[in-house]
């Protein structure tokens, strides 16, 4: 059975024989790219070869790049531990033409990988298109033969990628494994959709817009193509699993936090270990790259997956620090491909053990005050903003660890109520600043700070940062 390390190979190495430049992953901090808020895509280190700013010695390139979606508009922290397919943290293998090869050569690319060198069952496969791309539809029925009903037209914006609000974009067309009847789901475009048959594992995206803030958008010169695969996603497939979470790489760091905590890595605290294995990824790796946790921007999302970890720990039972002592079940894994990782390694099991640390007693006396809160509540009520705002302002829980907490509750928390009960603390650090005497500065940086605070990748964790600890 090939690991994921073998796996990730075989993809370089299929691109390489294919003449493509092997290009190392960036880092998940985007360079110059105030837009981005982590690298989400394989797309992002090349953004400027697409739009013909920038040229290289190369026009085909394929990479092994480690991709965060925590924040903006691709979020998958919500997800993890509750569908088989999302990571926070997960490494996605593309190939890219820069104005080299277009459709007619990135489709047979793809099949050939899958069905020749990965040996995936044709039968198994279907795809979608973007709606209009009647080329698309004749590429793959000649390349693959694939049936009308197994090429799906889909209208929306699920075939038409975009990194972010601005940037490189276009039609794709996406690959998608169908696990069998006895999985729940339905196809893509049907309203079953969100379960774990049918699972997408490549997509391929025809680059040739450009996406301007104001909405407007832009033909490019060149025609490109941007691909990206979850290595997780292939590697279940090609080890016999239908979940991400079994692969051998997500089950080393699952068997880790199982032993650390002495419970069964498969038993009631199942979904936690899947949380702590998916969550270790994302904090050491940003970590590695040179993310510290802190109240502000990028700093404070590693900051609430670090919290939202360590609730999950708690819950497995876990009195000591427990994060750190699995970082070195990550650095056997994933060390090799990744020496960064391997070259960071103290610095992530300190930084753990501190955050931890630090965090144990207030989130001990947090969980105390929500169960009392919640015992006040009637069937199906929200929590109250005011409460949620407490445990933020004074435990340290961010609003996204105390939904999370309620969610197995199967409870929500009153949002507006949460905003509200914010607002109003600044409003109150706003006078007492005013009255400090140093009114003509304060206004001037709170106005600033309204103006360009809320942008759609920073702002929003930025602003509910302030009052943490
Ligand atoms: P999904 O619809 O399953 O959320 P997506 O359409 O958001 O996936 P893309 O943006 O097209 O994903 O990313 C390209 C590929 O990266 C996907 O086909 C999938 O294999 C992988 N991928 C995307 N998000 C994740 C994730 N959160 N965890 C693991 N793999 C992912
Ligand atoms: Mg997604
Ligand atoms: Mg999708
Ligand atoms: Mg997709």
Not at 227 to 256: C, V
Not at 309 to 327: S, T
Request: charged share 25%; net charge negative; proline share 4%.
């Amino acid at each position: 059975m090939p690991s994921l390390n073998d796996i990730r190979s075989t993809f370089l190495d299929y691109f390489k024989r294919n003449d493509h430049r092997i290009v190392d992953s960036s880092p998940l901090v985007p360079r110059n790219d105030p837009t981005l808020m982590f690298t989400n895509s394989g797309m992002v280190q090349f953004k400027n070869l697409f739009t013909g700013v920038e040229t290289r010695d190369y026009t085909r390139a394929s990479t092994s790049q480690k991709c965060v979606r925590a924040g903006g508009k691709h979020n998958d922290l919500d997800n993890v531990g509750y569908t088989a397919r999302h990571h926070t943290f997960f490494e996605m293998l593309g190939n890219f033409s820069f104005g080299d090869y277009f459709k007619d050569q990135a489709i047979p690319y793809a099949w050939e990988l899958l069905t020749k060198d990965f040996g995936l069952n044709k039968e198994r496969l279907l795809v979608t298109i973007y709606h209009t791309d009647d080329e698309a539809a004749a590429i793959w029925k000649k390349v693959a033969g694939l049936p009308d009903e197994r090429i799906i037209r889909i209208p929306t914006d699920d075939n038409f990628w975009r990194m972010g609000p601005t940037g490189p974009c276009g039609p794709c067309t996406e690959i998608f494994y169908d696990h069998g009847p006895s999985i729940w789901g339905g196809p893509p475009g049907s309203a079953e959709e969100d379960g774990d048959r049918f699972i997408e594992i490549w997509n391929l995206v025809f680059m040739q817009n450009e996406q301007f803030e104001d909405g407007s958008m832009r033909a490019l010169d060149m025609q490109s193509i941007d691909t990206g695969m979850g290595l997780e996603r292939i590697g279940a497939l090609l080890q016999g699993k239908h979940d991400n979470y079994d692969t051998d790489l997500m089950r080393s760091l699952i068997e880790a936090s199982a032993h650390g905590t002495s419970t069964d890595p498969d038993g009631s605290g199942k979904i936690h270990h899947r949380v702590i294995a998916d969550h270790l990824r994302s904090i050491s790796f940003l970590i590695a790259d040179g993310v510290m946790p802190s109240n502000e921007g990028r700093g404070y999302v590693l900051r609430r997956i670090m919290r939202r970890a360590m609730r999950h720990a708690h819950l497995l039972g876990a009195n000591d620090p427990l994060m750190h002592r699995i970082v070195p079940a990550l650095v056997r894994q994933m060390g090799a491909a990744y020496p960064e990782l391997t070259r960071a390694q103290a610095l992530i099991e300190e930084t753990l053990k501190l955050e931890e640390t630090r965090f144990k007693q207030t989130l001990d006396r947090g969980l105390r005050l929500l169960d009392d809160e919640l015992s006040k509540l009637g069937e199906g009520q929200p929590l109250p903003g005011a409460a949620a705002f407490k445990l933020y302002d004074t435990y340290g829980f961010p609003l996204d660890l105390t939904q999370d907490a309620l969610r197995e509750k199967g409870r929500a928390v009153d949002v507006k109520g949460f905003d509200h009960a914010m607002a109003e603390q600044k409003a109150k650090a706003r006078a007492a600043w005013a009255g400090s005497g140093e009114t003509k500065d304060a206004a001037i940086w709170f106005d600033l700070a309204e103006k360009h605070g809320v942008t759609e990748f920073l702002g929003y964790d930025t602003e509910t940062a302030e009052g943490q600890i």
